[in-house]
């Protein structure tokens, strides 16, 4: 599985979202009523627009990015290693323009690689890029592109073998295929009240770079090779 593909043309992402205000009540009045309209089949039947809202970082449009990070392989020695690199912060924009002035500098054959990306990930980027004024990087424009044209990874997907009602979380697929798994404080579902609440951004930031550390290693785990030994992955600036 995966013979041919080619690791050093391969980043690992992943990003996290929270709603683009603390609270339901800070939504300006127009955009409640849009929130109401566009959850209302989404809602449990005891659940208002109000109790609903602190999942407002799912939609890109009632949403906005606070981190991206990313896992860029090496090879050396004979062994791979990982670098991480994450732009966070409460400035959407600038995190997007870092974001895409890295990308610019890639192939355009560039591949990305995310669990649950094509679902999740890759389109929320193009989206709130889309919002925010910013061109889409080639590598993630899929515009006018056939499938097999399209150089988007999902190790979740990968995981379907055509099973398209099956989900899998990243942190079960992981454990079955034995990659150690960090035993964080939080999850996903945990992201909007360590942002707003408690304001402790770089707790989010190791969060979101543990995921894509797994991605990567289960990226491995589907190539037939060995995992990443933890003094082989590095943080940089």
Not at 13 to 35: A, F, G, K, N, R
């Amino acid at each position: 599985m995966l013979k041919t593909l080619d690791l050093s043309q391969v980043i690992v992402l992943d990003i996290e979202t929270v709603p683009q205000h603390q609270s339901y009540d800070d939504v300006p009045p127009h955009m409640q009523e849009l929130w109401e309209q566009k959850t209302i089949h989404q809602r449990k039947t005891d659940q208002n627009a109000v109790d609903f809202y602190e999942r407002a970082g799912i939609l890109a449009e009632f949403g906005k990015i606070i981190c991206i990070s990313l896992g860029i392989f090496s090879f050396q020695n004979k062994s791979y290693s990982l670098r991480l690199k994450s732009f966070a912060g409460d400035d959407e924009r600038e995190i997007l323009e870092q974001f895409s002035q890295l990308i610019e500098k890639q192939s355009a054959s560039l591949k990305f690689c995310a669990h649950n990306g094509k679902e999740f990930d890759y389109p929320y980027i193009c989206r709130r890029l889309l919002v925010n004024g910013l061109e889409i990087p080639v590598q993630l424009d899929i515009s006018g592109k056939k499938p097999w044209e399209v150089n988007h990874l999902d190790t979740m997907e990968m995981w379907k073998f055509g099973d398209y009602k099956h989900f899998i979380s990243l942190n079960l697929l992981a454990t079955i295929l034995n990659i150690p798994t960090p035993k964080d404080d939080i999850d996903g579902s945990q992201v909007r009240q360590v942002y707003y609440e408690e304001k402790n951004l770089d707790r989010i930031v190791t969060y979101c770079q543990k995921d894509v550390v797994t991605t990567a290693q289960v990226l491995l785990k589907f190539k037939g090779m060995d995992i990443i030994s933890e003094e082989n992955i590095t943080i940089v600036s």
